[in-house]
């Protein structure tokens, strides 16, 4: 199945929504295989090391350190993973509002994690840039 690639057309459909959950972003150098009983959402190996994002319940239990607490925004639209700018377009419109914008796209969706206590604000700027551009949202 494939997924838009019309900028203008994800950008009407996108659908922003909010998860409740609360994650942040580790790393180790240790390999993946010791960490899935976390169940975490992403990994991600760089040079450096492997990059973790899991539950903030989760890292506080295991003692592990972290910076930022982030939630995530899921835009609801299946976009391509050859669609060219919305990820500009989305970190540009967070910019505006000076909140981050660490994007992991996935197969179907593009996933923004956003300050945790900016949340609220970065929905609103990305519902906001959906309805510029035509799209209804639903409450």
Do not use: W
Not at 24 to 44: A, G, H, Q, W, Y
Not at 89 to 118: E, R, T
């Amino acid at each position: 199945m494939e997924g838009k690639k019309n900028l203008e057309e994800i950008l009407k459909n996108m659908s922003p929504t909010l998860g409740d959950q609360e994650y942040v972003f580790i790393t180790t150098r240790k390999p993946l295989d010791e960490f899935l009983n976390l169940n975490p959402l992403c990994s991600f190996v760089e040079e450096e090391g492997l990059t973790l994002i899991i539950n903030r319940t989760v890292a506080e239990a295991q003692g592990f350190e972290f910076d930022g607490v982030f939630k995530q925004i899921t835009l609801k639209v299946h976009s391509s993973l050859d669609a060219v700018g919305l990820t500009a377009m989305v970190a540009s419109k967070l910019k505006d509002q000076n909140i981050s914008a660490n994007v992991v796209a996935a197969y179907y969706h593009d996933h923004i994690f956003v300050q945790s206590y900016l949340a609220e604000q970065a929905l609103n700027c990305l519902k906001d840039l959906s309805r510029q551009r035509g799209g209804v949202q639903s409450n």
